[in-house]
């Protein structure tokens, strides 16, 4: 929010200082309070209800709330709070080690070729003409309708909670035969959205869709416990690898890391990966059934 306006030295200068304020607090998106407002600069309120609605004329007009707010035409630019709940929106809001505002329009205003700093965006898939059915989705979640569409040759009757996005794909979670499931988006054929239907969300789907950091949606998991080794310990700890981790470093420069797992294929390939530094401590189970998957491999190759 702007400061405190300083003391005018005249009758002219408190009009463009009073009006320069208003237009400043319009521009946030920052609510106007029109007594306080009278008060900083000394003033009637029928006065700054003057500015409101015939000085700032075609500038500020009232929303269907009753607060005041930039017309369309005067809208160059966007709200302080509305860039940072863009980045809350795209989870980009640690990115930088300096998340305010100021920094980051620093960072614009440099021109390109001469940036300290370059960002490569996470790979994707396309949804280049899907725009209608995302649409759709977002409508019908909001509305709480039910949707009718075909995945996998399956036709579906479901209720959609929430479009997700994870490693670059959309998913749809949605419960279905009261099971909450997630859904590629790109899969998802022939979406009907029944209008005239209205559902009421499960507490417990919606909180446990808030509170889940991937698109395994399962009634059980299994508490996994692994053993990573200090060469490659620094990885697990700049960022995690798995849902739900906890690290827990050991006095060698290795960690135990505890996760909580839905499916074997949330866990298998990323241990894959980490060989020989990844072990499975329990379940000992896991660990006999990640030795079998490469000793078929090896067998195969060696064929």
Known sequence: MPTTPPPPNSKGEKLAQRLSYILALLHQGDMIDKRQLARSFQVDVRTIERDLNERLYG??????????????????????????????????????????????????????????????????????????????????????????????????????????????????????????????????QGLQVDTHSHFITDPAHQAYIDNKDDIWFTPQTTEVLLRVSPEVARYFTRRNQLPQQHNRPQEDGSLLVSTQINHTQQLFPIVRYWLPHVRIVQPTDWHEAVLDTLRQAVAQWEQ
């Not at 940072?84 to 980009?92: C, E, I, S």
């Not at 440099?110 to 300290?116: F, G, K, S």
């Not at 959609?160 to 670059?168: K, M, T």
């Open 59 to 188: 500038v500020a007009e009232r929303n269907t709330a009753g607060h005041w707010q930039l017309t369309h035409a005067a809208r160059s630019t966007i709200p302080t709070r509305h860039l940072h709940a863009y980045a809350d929106l795209v989870g980009t809001q640690h990115l930088f080690p300096d998340g305010s505002l100021r920094f980051l329009l620093e960072q614009l205003d440099v021109p390109e070729p001469q940036r300290a700093m370059q960002v490569h965006p996470v790979s994707g898939e396309d949804l280049n003409g899907q725009n209608l059915q995302f649409t759709q989705l977002q409508a019908a979640i909001q509305a709480r309708h039910e949707c009718h569409f075909v995945y996998k040759d399956k036709p579906r009757h479901a209720q959609p909670y929430r479009l997700i996005h994870n490693n670059g794909v959309w998913y749809l979670a949605a419960v279905e035969g009261g099971l909450l499931k997630n859904f590629s988006f790109t899969l998802i």
